[in-house]
């Protein structure tokens, strides 16, 4: 039955090109913007490490006071002392700081121009907490942090620019004019968002080049890509800055149990109270830790454009539905007589209100297969739509197309409810005595 | 015409007059808030820098090796004295940043050395004293910064200039009496720094939604920064833009090579709107796109509904045609008839129109919609219901009246 009805609504299909072609472009419409923007949006508000994002967290510790902070909020990231005092502290399994710098490479060859290459400085727990996979060799340890080691790890790509791809383990690269060992070569990998360095930037950003150890960056005087003060910046040189005002670096510790988080909460608020008791904080305990999701949450990751337009889509797809309806019941009582025949002959009101759900699907379909194609035209011109290091995300893939395919054809079903259900009320008499 | 009998017919059809309307209501909701928002931002992209943008060029240029600060500075002073000598430059200046960086350095600004809360935020650009001919800006008082004011700041050493230049738009926002020149300003320190000059106007580094209270607000410190990089900013002589990209480049590397011109950063002004507009102006394209496709849609809707409409009442047009209707008088029928379903629908898309904007402004700091928005969406919807209607509206007013003695 169900394959003479899906030959019967082709057929119907053919009969009022028109009103047909219409109905399949506003599906075919209302359906690719919404899965344009969805694609886009379904890349920036992903969770970039499902696996360990809540045991992930990220603490701050408010040291600028009700009258200098966020509205009320701890600054996004730390000054230099309480980073300090957390690692220091060692309350957590794993626990790392880190800032994004950037430094300069000159690569082999006599008339080479130097290029710039940006990086990481973070303790070696970093590697294992994020789980960063490597290619060859391997992260750091904490004796390799506590001395301040010269080591580094390179990003696959940067090692294929640098060195070809080959196992470049053990070598040594000069950033900045400092030498450094190659302890490690990651295998691609790089979180959308970059959920971890979120301070003063968007979480979408040009590849990261290499890591290397926190400690060894302050004794090259790595200057952080971006920092925030508050209150009188009359420091002068490295060590005055280190103990000024001055937020950069983010820290972020791994807690595996809902015990081991509210025992890490309890530690930072004492941390404050110690701090207030010592009259570095003229203020009460304003502590955060918050986990991956929550964190990009926080940090609003998802760019407002990005919302707005999946939104305005998914207005234009309910008004295109709006329109389906009107012309299937315009499309399914101009066929009132037939309606009448076919119940006079006896079929039931439920056979013809199957009928023209089926009808209506083959209606979905056929949009769906023109969104399915608008979609894909979309995607690849979205660099148009949104800033390149976002629309680079936006892609087509198998389930985005079953998604295209399947919401085409319910979101048409469903329209066709009322317009079914008109049809199916056709009283075959008053049909008949009117022909 | 008589509006009564329309009526009277409309409630035979609730449920397409109710699918007519709910649509024409839904996308003058849509449309409304769509031409809202390509409007804010079309506004925003063409808000002006103040400066001489088609003859400017920005280098960003980055230290390569290790250097102490005074080989930086002896190397920023003779990159500087190259660049100037160039055929196709008028003057060059070193930065910390440029109008519409996208970030950047900016500074608390108070009115004493012991407020705590600040008094504005201003966005901070260091340079020489070749900066305001270099941007091309309009010094309206005072004077400009002298060679000798011009200060060295080396990494991580804050250096509070004694003098500053100020925007007017600061100005006005720290002594709204007029009264800026010559006054005490304190940026983050107890040292103050005296007002010696005000411009018309320079464009933030940053223009991101937080810094709009802050509009314009910028100070210039006669500095020049000695740290891992700076930007060049680069004034051609006009006409000689397209030469001086090609010489910049060639004479710094030929002072010396070991510097990163970072290419995805500053250029000519085209590129930098470029990137910094990006998402606006994605936002305004993508909202012009499905506010034309939406119209389209909605007019075909009620193109089809109506043929419908008209193909169901071919007996009953007969008759009226026979009873001696004209021609006209069809026609009028279902224009009206269109025109009362529209109105129903503007009415209730008006509501949430007004409503969707206040959500918005609640979820996405948008600005308030205003009248003429929905003014301006109201007439293209009617009209739109009118225009779709005519085709339809035509055909039937071409039945002839022998259609009444037809047994369909």
């Given at each position: 039955?169900?394959?003479?009805?899906?030959?019967?609504?082709?057929?119907?299909?053919?009969?009022?090109?028109?009103?047909?072609?219409?109905?399949?472009?506003?599906?075919?419409?209302?359906?690719?913007?919404?899965?344009?923007?969805?694609?886009?949006?379904?890349?920036?508000?992903?969770?970039?490490?499902?696996?360990?994002?809540?045991?992930?967290?990220?603490p701050?510790?408010?040291?600028?006071?009700?009258?200098?902070?966020?509205?009320?909020?701890?600054?996004?990231?730390l000054?230099y002392i309480d980073a300090m005092a957390l690692m220091r502290a060692h309350r957590a399994?794993?626990q790392t700081l880190?800032?994004?710098?950037?430094?300069?490479?000159?690569?082999?060859?006599?008339?080479?121009?130097?290029?710039?290459?940006?990086?990481?400085?973070?303790y070696?727990d970093?590697?294992?907490?994020?789980?960063?996979?490597?290619?060859?060799?391997?992260?750091?340890?904490t004796?390799?942090d506590d001395?301040?080691?010269?080591?580094?790890?390179?990003?696959?790509?940067?090692?294929?620019?640098?060195?070809?791809?080959?196992?470049?383990?053990?070598?040594?690269?000069?950033?900045?004019?400092?030498?450094?060992?190659?302890?490690?070569?990651?295998?691609?990998?790089?979180?959308?968002?970059?959920?971890?360095?979120?301070?003063?930037?968007?979480?979408?950003?040009?590849?990261?080049?290499?890591?290397?150890?926190f400690t060894?960056?302050?004794?090259?005087?790595?200057?952080?890509?971006?920092?925030?003060?508050?209150?009188?910046?009359?420091?002068?040189?490295?060590?005055?800055?280190?103990?000024?005002?001055?937020?950069?670096a983010?820290p972020w510790v791994?807690?595996?149990?809902?015990?081991?988080?509210?025992?890490?909460?309890?530690?930072?608020?004492?941390?404050?109270?110690?701090?207030?008791?010592?009259?570095?904080?003229?203020?009460?305990?304003?502590?955060?830790?918050?986990?991956?999701?929550?964190?990009?949450?926080?940090?609003?990751?998802?760019?407002?454009?990005?919302?707005?337009?999946?939104?305005?889509?998914?207005?234009?797809?309910?008004?295109?539905?709006?329109?389906?309806?009107?012309?299937?019941?315009?499309?399914?009582?101009?066929?009132?007589?037939?309606?009448?025949?076919?119940?006079?002959?006896?079929?039931?009101?439920?056979?013809?209100?199957?009928?023209?759900?089926?009808?209506?699907?083959?209606?979905?379909?056929?949009?769906?297969?023109?969104?399915?194609?608008?979609?894909?035209?979309?995607?690849?011109?979205?660099?148009?739509?949104?800033?390149?290091?976002?629309?680079?995300?936006?892609?087509?893939?198998?389930?985005?197309?079953?998604?295209?395919?399947?919401?085409?054809?319910?979101?048409?079903?469903?329209?066709?409810?009322?317009?079914?259900?008109?049809?199916?009320?056709?009283?075959?008499?008053?049909?008949?005595?009117?022909? | 015409?008589?509006?009564?009998?329309?009526?009277?017919?409309?409630?035979?059809?609730?449920?397409?007059?109710?699918?007519?309307?709910?649509?024409?209501?839904?996308?003058?909701?849509?449309?409304?808030?769509?031409?809202?928002?390509?409007?804010?931002?079309?506004?925003?992209?063409?808000?002006?820098?103040?400066?001489?943008?088609?003859?400017?060029?920005?280098?960003?240029?980055?230290?390569?090796?290790?250097?102490?600060?005074?080989?930086?500075?002896?190397?920023?002073?003779?990159?500087?004295?190259?660049?100037?000598?160039?055929?196709?430059?008028?003057?060059?200046?070193?930065?910390?940043?440029?109008?519409?960086?996208?970030?950047?350095?900016?500074?608390?600004?108070?009115?004493?050395?012991?407020?705590?809360?600040?008094?504005?935020?201003?966005?901070?650009?260091?340079?020489?004293?070749?900066?305001?001919?270099?941007?091309?800006?309009?010094?309206?008082?005072?004077?400009?910064?002298?060679?000798?004011?011009?200060?060295?700041?080396?990494?991580?050493?804050?250096?509070?200039?004694?003098?500053?230049?100020?925007?007017?738009?600061?100005?006005?926002?720290?002594?709204?009496?007029?009264?800026?020149?010559?006054?005490?300003?304190?940026?983050?320190?107890?040292?103050?720094?005296?007002?010696?000059?005000?411009?018309?106007?320079?464009?933030?580094?940053?223009?991101?939604?937080?810094?709009?209270?802050?509009?314009?607000?910028?100070?210039?410190?006669?500095?020049?920064?000695?740290?891992?990089?700076?930007?060049?900013?680069?004034?051609?002589?006009?006409?000689?833009?397209?030469?001086?990209?090609?010489?910049?480049?060639?004479?710094?590397?030929?002072?010396?090579?070991?510097?990163?011109?970072?290419?995805?950063?500053?250029?000519?002004?085209?590129?930098?709107?470029?990137?910094?507009?990006?998402?606006?102006?994605?936002?305004?394209?993508?909202?012009?796109?499905?506010?034309?496709?939406?119209?389209?849609?909605?007019?075909?809707?009620?193109?089809?509904?109506?043929?419908?409409?008209?193909?169901?009442?071919?007996?009953?047009?007969?008759?009226?045609?026979?009873?001696?209707?004209?021609?006209?008088?069809?026609?009028?029928?279902?224009?009206?008839?269109?025109?009362?379903?529209?109105?129903?629908?503007?009415?209730?898309?008006?509501?949430?129109?007004?409503?969707?904007?206040?959500?918005?402004?609640?979820?996405?700091?948008?600005?308030?919609?205003?009248?003429?928005?929905?003014?301006?969406?109201?007439?293209?919807?009617?009209?739109?219901?009118?225009?779709?209607?005519?085709?339809?509206?035509?055909?039937?007013?071409?039945?002839?009246?022998?259609?009444?003695?037809?047994?369909?």
């Amino acid at each position: 039955m169900f394959a003479y009805y899906f030959e019967l609504g082709l057929r119907s299909l053919r009969r009022n090109p028109a009103l047909t072609a219409l109905m399949v472009m506003a599906i075919g419409f209302g359906v690719a913007a919404s899965m344009i923007t969805y694609s886009v949006f379904r890349a920036v508000s992903g969770n970039p490490i499902p696996e360990k994002s809540a045991q992930l967290f990220t603490p701050q510790i408010d040291s600028w006071g009700p009258q200098q902070n966020l509205k009320g909020e701890p600054a996004d990231a730390l000054n230099y002392i309480d980073a300090m005092a957390l690692m220091r502290a060692h309350r957590a399994r794993r626990q790392t700081l880190l800032y994004g710098v950037g430094m300069s490479v000159l690569p082999s060859g006599n008339d080479s121009l130097p290029v710039a290459a940006n990086g990481y400085a973070v303790y070696g727990d970093f590697f294992p907490m994020f789980e960063v996979p490597f290619l060859y060799g391997g992260g750091w340890n904490t004796a390799d942090d506590d001395r301040r080691a010269a080591v580094v790890v390179l990003s696959e790509e940067f090692n294929q620019k640098l060195f070809d791809g080959a196992n470049s383990v053990g070598r040594e690269i000069t950033l900045d004019g400092h030498d450094y060992r190659i302890a490690g070569v990651t295998r691609h990998w790089d979180p959308q968002p970059r959920f971890f360095s979120l301070f003063n930037t968007s979480g979408f950003k040009d590849a990261t080049d290499f890591y290397l150890p926190f400690t060894r960056a302050l004794d090259v005087q790595a200057n952080p890509g971006s920092n925030s003060c508050r209150g009188h910046m009359d420091f002068s040189g490295w060590d005055g800055w280190l103990r000024s005002s001055c937020v950069w670096a983010t820290p972020w510790v791994e807690l595996d149990s809902a015990v081991e988080v509210a025992r890490y909460g309890k530690f930072l608020e004492d941390y404050a109270t110690d701090q207030q008791r010592a009259g570095r904080f003229a203020w009460a305990p304003n502590v955060r830790l918050r986990n991956v999701m929550q964190w990009l949450d926080y940090q609003h990751v998802v760019p407002p454009e990005s919302r707005i337009s999946l939104l305005v889509s998914l207005g234009f797809f309910a008004i295109c539905l709006v329109n389906t309806i009107g012309l299937l019941l315009a499309k399914f009582l101009r066929r009132a007589g037939e309606i009448g025949i076919r119940r006079a002959l006896g079929a039931s009101r439920r056979e013809i209100y199957t009928q023209y759900l089926i009808e209506a699907a083959t209606v979905g379909l056929a949009g769906g297969v023109l969104g399915l194609l608008l979609t894909t035209v979309g995607i690849s011109g979205v660099g148009l739509l949104f800033q390149p290091q976002i629309a680079r995300l936006a892609h087509l893939d198998f389930s985005l197309v079953a998604l295209t395919l399947a919401v085409a054809i319910l979101a048409t079903v469903v329209a066709a409810f009322y317009p079914a259900w008109r049809a199916a009320r056709v009283q075959p008499a008053w049909q008949l005595k009117s022909n | 015409m008589q509006i009564k009998p329309i009526l009277a017919a409309l409630r035979r059809h609730k449920a397409g007059t109710v699918l007519i309307a709910l649509q024409i209501a839904l996308t003058l909701a849509i449309v409304c808030n769509a031409l809202f928002i390509i409007q804010q931002r079309l506004a925003h992209m063409s808000e002006p820098t103040g400066i001489d943008e088609a003859n400017l060029l920005v280098i960003s240029n980055q230290w390569a090796g290790h250097r102490s600060p005074q080989e930086v500075d002896a190397q920023i002073q003779a990159d500087l004295a190259a660049l100037r000598q160039l055929p196709s430059v008028r003057d060059a200046s070193p930065s910390d940043g440029y109008p519409l960086t996208g970030g950047g350095w900016d500074n608390y600004v108070m009115l004493t050395p012991e407020q705590i809360e600040k008094t504005t935020d201003a966005s901070v650009y260091m340079g020489d004293e070749h900066m305001l001919d270099t941007l091309g800006v309009k010094l309206i008082a005072g004077r400009n910064f002298n060679a000798s004011e011009v200060m060295q700041m080396t990494s991580r050493q804050v250096v509070i200039p004694p003098v500053v230049i100020v925007t007017k738009a600061l100005a006005d926002h720290l002594f709204p009496d007029g009264s800026a020149l010559g006054k005490p300003i304190y940026s983050m320190s107890s040292t103050p720094s005296t007002i010696i000059g005000i411009i018309e106007r320079l464009q933030r580094q940053d223009v991101k939604t937080w810094s709009k209270p802050y509009a314009y607000e910028s100070l210039l410190w006669p500095m020049r920064e000695d740290t891992d990089g700076l930007y060049y900013i680069v004034r051609a002589k006009p006409g000689q833009l397209a030469a001086a990209m090609r010489a910049v480049p060639q004479a710094l590397y030929a002072q010396n090579r070991m510097r990163i011109i970072d290419p995805k950063d500053g250029g000519t002004y085209a590129q930098i709107r470029e990137r910094i507009y990006d998402s606006d102006r994605g936002m305004a394209i993508l909202m012009c796109i499905i506010s034309a496709v939406l119209l389209a849609i909605t007019a075909a809707g009620i193109v089809g509904l109506t043929s419908f409409w008209v193909g169901q009442r071919r007996k009953q047009i007969g008759v009226r045609r026979a009873l001696g209707a004209r021609r006209g008088d069809i026609l009028n029928y279902f224009l009206t008839e269109n025109f009362l379903i529209s109105v129903g629908g503007v009415m209730v898309g008006t509501v949430l129109a007004v409503g969707i904007n206040l959500w918005m402004m609640a979820r996405f700091e948008m600005a308030r919609l205003s009248l003429a928005y929905v003014i301006d969406g109201v007439i293209i919807l009617l009209l739109l219901g009118q225009l779709a209607t005519l085709a339809p509206a035509l055909r039937a007013s071409r039945v002839s009246p022998v259609e009444a003695t037809r047994s369909t």
